[in-house]
């Protein structure tokens, strides 16, 4: 049928002599030609389609890591997991508190709390306010230093200095996060108010006063107040100002808040 002698009559669309197919269905050979080229081109492209589809969430496994394939067929670069030990030495240790003893970086944080008061110790204290009395001279910004003393039977016989747990706890509540509260060696409260002049320490110091009237009936509150850079420009200066001012401030038999009478230039 399709010998030389049927393939001008195919390609007229004429019936073929000898052939029992009708002219109909004798289709011309370019016909079936471009036809065949047409579907191996569609079945290309859903093949492509299928691919890609594939393709994005592939992966490829070897050496026992994993590696995705991208739309544009490439593998990125494996990510490998931390372990658990190296995450845990990443993280940075937060205070334990008062009474927790721990190796490590924990240890390092209970050198410098109050085991007493979970507050920060003298030495914190004293560090920091050098930092920041560097920090508020570039910034051109005030800070405030007190010295603070809690007694209770204050012009009896019997007066003594307050326990200091309890008047922690509420140090906590009344000032600011920023503020830097201590507990010296000698049993006084320190507290750093960084970006307060004078005016707002009396105030934040009064704040303190009135809690501690309500929630500690019978304890006195004497205070010794300094500021930078009004009264000083130096760290020492201005705590043994704070100081000066808190022995004046005991001179009362009632709670008080002193503000020291020193200047720069003494």
Not at 17 to 36: C, N
Not at 143 to 163: C, F, H, I
Not at 260 to 266: L, R
């Amino acid at each position: 049928m399709f010998g030389s002698p049927a393939l001008p009559a195919l390609a007229a669309g004429l019936p073929v002599p000898g052939s029992t197919l009708p002219a109909a269905v004798a289709v011309p050979v370019w016909v079936m030609v471009v036809a065949g080229t047409l579907a191996v081109f569609s079945s290309a492209i859903v093949l492509r389609r299928n691919h890609s589809a594939v393709g994005v969430s592939a992966r490829t496994k070897s050496a026992g890591e994993t590696r995705p394939i991208n739309r544009r067929g490439e593998r990125a670069e494996p990510v490998t997991p931390a372990k658990p030990n190296e995450q845990a030495e990443n993280s940075v240790p937060r205070s334990p508190g008062p009474g927790s003893a721990q190796d490590g970086p924990t240890h390092a944080v209970d050198v410098i709390i109050d085991p007493e008061t979970g507050l920060f110790n003298q030495v914190f204290f004293e560090a920091s306010l050098v930092k920041r009395i560097s920090a508020a001279r570039r910034g051109l910004r005030p800070l405030s230093v007190a010295v603070a003393d809690v007694t209770v039977g204050v012009g009896s016989s019997v007066g003594s200095r307050a326990s200091a747990a309890p008047v922690a706890a509420i140090m906590v509540n009344v000032f600011r996060e920023a503020d830097t509260l201590a507990h010296s060696d000698d049993g006084l409260f320190l507290i750093l108010l960084e970006d307060t002049p004078e005016d707002g320490a009396v105030w934040l110091l009064e704040r303190f006063r009135h809690r501690l009237t309500e929630d500690l009936p019978g304890h006195t509150l004497r205070v010794g107040l300094s500021c930078y850079p009004t009264y000083g420009f130096e760290a020492d200066k201005i705590a043994s100002q704070a100081r000066a001012a808190l022995a004046s401030a005991r001179e009362w038999q009632q709670d008080r808040i002193e503000v020291t009478t020193g200047s720069p230039e003494e």
